[in-house]
């Protein structure tokens, strides 16, 4: 048999969480190695009833392991410089300009109207 783990989107997790009832919110910890998501519902009675459904539970194949916010755990993992590095990277060959440092539409401009000034 061949396994695999697929990556779970946010749309899968609240179309999956919205058959317990009306949820507001849901926040992927992406960065998390623990693979945290928060899924913030209209009522205090479904947040509590979606631990009980999805504690345990298997879900895109991995073990759901839920459980109600303890109001002070920060859940967030800020990107290192060098994740950051590579992420502009990867955008600017994704976009095609292949420069990191292209200047803005503003620098273009007032290059242009100061060749302008010197042929007059």
Known sequence: KQWYQRRVRGDDIRQECEKIGPVKKVLLFDRHPDGVVSVKFDTHEAAEDAVKVFD????????VEAQQWDGITDYAIEETAKEREARLASWHK????GEVDEPSINEKRSEQSNSNLEKT
């Open 56 to 63: 345990k539970r298997w879900f895109g194949g991995q073990q």
């Open 94 to 97: 994704f976009i095609g300009d």
